[in-house]
């Protein structure tokens, strides 16, 4: 089986990437994000607290999004291979990842040196509701406006999309997640991409990565 990872900042283009490996290669996105985000939608007690700190841009602790992740793992669609986009973003989380078998593993970073290119594409994105479906008013605007073309759901900003937040997330991505590029880096082939191309220059070269 095999383990694609997607590293990055927010905007860097993780997401819309690993929907398109998913649809050409039948490996299973799984994002973090949208896990939390589930949780957030169901109001769980867990949600209830993930919701605070995704509205200030924060990381939620590490135990509780490996333990999430490891459930997930554990679902029959992965068999197989699986792509993670928005994980591992700590070097503890690094390490609960690495401990996890695998029979061949890709990491690949996509690079954005322009703070002001990764901040526009999150201030135009949009996101269904529903399946988490990526759109941008700018590069892929839904079909029909606020309607998702995947499964009909409601499309539209996401809450921690917005320029205060996004700073704050791009702080936790320097402060943070940055070691863990340079530990997959000391650990393995790290692919590194130039994401400020468009989605379909971006896709050809992971495709060739992938081949
Ligand atoms: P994303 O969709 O990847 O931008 O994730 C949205 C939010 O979910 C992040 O800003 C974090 O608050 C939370 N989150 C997602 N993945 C993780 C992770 N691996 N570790 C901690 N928090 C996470």
Redesign the pocket.
């Known amino acids: 089986m095999i383990r694609i990872i997607l590293f990055g900042a927010?905007g860097a283009g993780k997401?819309t990437q690993a929907d398109s490996i998913e649809k050409k290669y039948g490996y299973t996105k799984i994002?973090?994000?949208?896990l939390?985000r589930a949780e957030i939608k169901s109001q769980t007690k867990l949600g209830r607290k993930f919701k605070t700190?995704?509205e200030k841009?924060?990381?939620?602790p590490d135990d509780i999004?490996i333990k999430i992740l490891k459930k997930r793992l554990r679902q029959k669609d992965i068999e197989k291979g699986y792509i993670i986009?928005?994980?591992?973003?700590?070097i503890q989380?690094a390490k609960a990842l690495t401990e996890i078998a695998i029979d061949s593993e890709i990491a690949i970073y996509l690079k954005i040196s322009k703070e002001n290119v990764v901040v526009n594409r999150v201030l135009s994105r949009m996101t269904c509701t529903q399946c988490g479906a990526i759109f941008s008013s700018k590069e892929i605007p839904p079909k029909k406006e606020g309607i998702c073309a995947v499964c009909g759901g409601i499309v539209k900003p996401r809450s921690?999309d917005t320029e205060e937040v996004i700073k704050n997330?791009l702080r936790v991505y320097r402060k943070e997640t940055k070691s863990v590029i340079d530990y997959y880096r000391h650990k393995e082939e790290l692919f590194e991409i130039d994401a400020s191309r468009t989605i379909e220059e971006v896709f050809e070269t992971i495709t060739g990565i992938l081949h």
């Open positions: 927010p997401g994002s973090t994000g949208d939390v700190v995704v841009g924060g990381l939620v999004i986009d928005g994980f591992p973003r700590t989380q921690d997330r």
